[in-house]
């Protein structure tokens, strides 16, 4: 099974589980003066166990496969450029790191300076102060270059991962 195979039954498992909840709902209980859905109380008894046993053994297979997904997420290695990274890690990066790490280049500015500068040239008559930078603009820029480009490249090459990368069997133990 590959791996997008995988997440679409996961998909799949959840939806068939609410399903299974929701027709437990409509049958769990009758008024005392209805007629039992299953024909009988003892038939009714049984579908709702039935429904309630069907749960738990979709709740285990959808475990089962998660952690396949999570193993083979952690074990498939991509190469990006230089660097290489688990899908895992390309997930979190996507997910949250890649943004972080643009903000953190693009902090690399003068706009609190700016703010400061202008409240000291209104209290002061002394030479006029100047914004000094504390760091190189080369490295601002390759930084959101690069966390930019990977972002990118995730994008472009996950789905493609996720419909060639086979599920890998977990080891038991």
């Known amino acids: 099974m590959k791996l997008i195979e995988g997440m679409k039954t996961l998909r799949v498992i959840q939806k068939r589980i609410q399903q299974?909840?929701?027709?437990?709902?409509?049958?769990a209980a009758i008024v005392s003066t209805e007629k039992p859905t299953y024909g009988s109380e003892l038939e009714q008894r049984k579908?709702?166990?039935?429904?309630?046993?069907?749960?738990?053994d979709l709740s285990r297979e959808y475990l089962n496969l998660k952690k396949t997904i999570?193993?083979?997420n952690l074990m498939t290695?991509?190469?990006i450029g230089k660097?290489?990274?688990s899908i895992s890690d390309l997930l979190?990066?996507?997910r949250n790191i890649a943004n972080l790490m643009i903000g953190t280049f693009d902090a690399l500015n003068e706009r609190k300076a700016e703010a400061r500068l202008l409240r000291i040239?209104?209290?002061?008559?002394?030479?006029a102060p100047r914004i000094e930078r504390m760091y190189d603009e080369n490295t601002k820029f390759e930084g959101l270059q690069y966390w930019q480009g990977l972002k990118d490249e995730i994008e472009?090459?996950?789905e493609v991962i996720n419909a060639t990368t086979e599920l890998l069997d977990v080891p038991q133990g």
Do not use: C, H, P
Not at 20 to 27: D, M, P
Not at 47 to 53: A, F, G, M, N, R
Not at 121 to 127: F, G, L, N, P, V
């Open 20 to 27: 299974n909840a929701e027709r437990i709902n409509e049958y």
């Open 83 to 85: 660097d290489t990274f």
């Open 92 to 94: 979190q990066i996507r």
């Open 77 to 79: 290695k991509v190469t």
């Open 121 to 127: 040239k209104a209290i002061t008559s002394d030479k």
């Open 70 to 72: 999570d193993y083979t």
């Open 156 to 158: 472009i090459r996950l």
């Open 47 to 56: 579908q709702v166990e039935s429904l309630i046993q069907s749960n738990l």
